[in-house]
């Protein structure tokens, strides 16, 4: 569709990896990418697990171009599902 993705994963075991040859590892404190690189971050359940969340929104913000979009997505405890009756 004409997009370059680029994923990536903190060790060489992750199921990601393992799946998806394309996944390149780095060691979760410094994005491998040069400044204002990409135009679109997108992660999925990761926030919850980053133990110093400043320093990944800045390393973030680092890498994403100046008018670029980063779309996190994550689980809380309002997304529970609720039967209603």
């Not at 780095?26 to 110093?52: A, C, N, Q, R, W």
């Amino acid at each position: 569709m004409g997009y370059q993705v680029t994923s990536i994963d903190l060790n060489e075991k992750s199921d990601y990896k393992q799946n998806y040859s394309r996944v390149i590892t780095y060691d979760g404190k410094k994005i491998p990418f040069s400044d204002s690189t990409f135009d679109l971050i997108f992660s999925s359940h990761v926030l919850e697990h980053v133990k110093d969340v400043e320093k990944f929104q800045y390393e973030i913000s680092r890498v994403l171009k100046k008018n670029g979009f980063a779309l996190h997505l994550s689980l809380i405890h309002i997304w529970r599902c609720r039967r209603r009756g």
